[in-house]
């Protein structure tokens, strides 16, 4: 069996998964690169170096090579580029694509009554949707939006991104963290509006000024730590200074992703901020499998599929920092939670959520397909995707949380 892997360009949180693919496949696994990567990513840290990998191709150097394998591989994967004439041209020749998708309607699921997009989602997804094209969920709302144009039905699968895995003997896992001390906070990501990382400047100042939180207590104060750069830098310099907690953040600017892991390892918890327009959102996938207690928007995509309130991180709503201070403290006051929470999130990642298990449920998903047999995973990637609204999600969640499910 063949599979062709197509998407805009390799980078570092796909590499782990497509080198995955690379073990179980050999020489049956391709990646073919449709675009070079921005200079933006770029200057973020981002390696380029992924297309000297021996199963990627470039389609804007070896264009004659790159078709043959899109159109003859038994399986198209196919992720977003901008060459959707050559995924339109295989599903209209009856061979099967299963696509990973992002949120469609991300920016307000009312887009879905556009007479122009309904038009374009029609030529893309609806007219093949009793066909033998499959829907990779990179986000728990990408089924919603799906859902809205009624594609893909009973065809639609748990999905994300798959950075490295790390994994820690129990001798590395006890020395990781500061068991007193100092606590440590840390947020990475671009400083963006979409992002809040505003709400970083709030709790330091909101944090500081709990002095119940610290005395007597193993952790007698904190740090956070900013991982990123971006149009709000000076903005929340300034903060930091008027709110007189310079002292209690650092600054790090962007920095490589082998320098963010380690930043990771030594904290204690992760706060992810981004709000709805966030698909995704892989430094989720990074900070538990560095064992961090994940305190989570549910609005932004990897969210309700990697995080369990109180089991291995706390999720919030959209939006609302009182929650979302109210969960650091709750794992700042009991430490022994925190611990336990973030050994879960690890061993979320080690053991479901991860490059060679979703390779693994890949390659057996897309056997199934070639023999008229689709079958989905018990869990995690490749699992039935549930159709959940935004508007929903964190009341289906807290229900699912009481009822232990």
Known sequence: M???FLSNYINHHQIP??????KLLGNDFFFVQASPMEEERVAMGWHTDGITLPYVHCLYEKEEKCLSLIEESD????GWSEREDLVQKRLLAGKPVIRI???IYREGQWKAISPKGLIHKYREHFRFRNDRAYLLCAGAY????????????????RWGYFPET?????????????????????????????????????????????????????????????????????????????????????????????????????????????????????VVNEAMNSGCAEVANVQAGAVPYL??????????????????????CFLIENPKRMEEMGRAAYETITSLWNAEQAASELVRFAEGVLKGEAVPAAGGPLSQAPVISPAKMYQYLMKKDKEGK
Request: hydrophobic content about 40%; proline content about 3%.
């Open 307 to 328: 995080v369990e309130h109180e089991k291995n991180g706390m999720i919030y709503p959209d939006g609302d920092f009182d929650k979302m201070a109210q969960a650091v």
């Open 101 to 103: 998708s992002e949120r």
């Open 2 to 4: 063949t599979i062709t």
């Open 142 to 157: 990408v089924a919603s939006d799906f859902a809205l144009i009624k594609s893909y039905p009973e065809k639609m699968y």
């Open 75 to 78: 399986i198209l994967l196919a």
């Open 166 to 282: 790390v994994k820690y003997t129990d001798e590395q896992w006890q020395s990781l963290k500061a068991k007193e001390g100092i606590l440590s906070i840390v947020w990475a990501g671009r400083f963006m509006p979409l992002k809040h990382p505003e709400f970083m400047i709030r709790l330091a100042e909101y944090l500081k000024k709990r002095d119940d939180l610290w005395q007597g207590k193993a952790y007698t104060d904190f740090c956070i730590h900013m991982v990123g750069s971006g149009e709000m830098e000076q903005e929340l310099l300034r903060m930091a200074k008027e709110s007189d907690v310079e002292d209690k953040l650092i600054f790090y600017g962007f920095m490589e992703p082998e320098k963010v892991r380690e930043i990771m390892e030594k904290s204690h918890i992760h706060i992810f901020t981004s709000n709805h327009l966030e698909g995704w959102g892989a």
């Open 17 to 22: 998964f497509c080198n995955a693919c690379y």
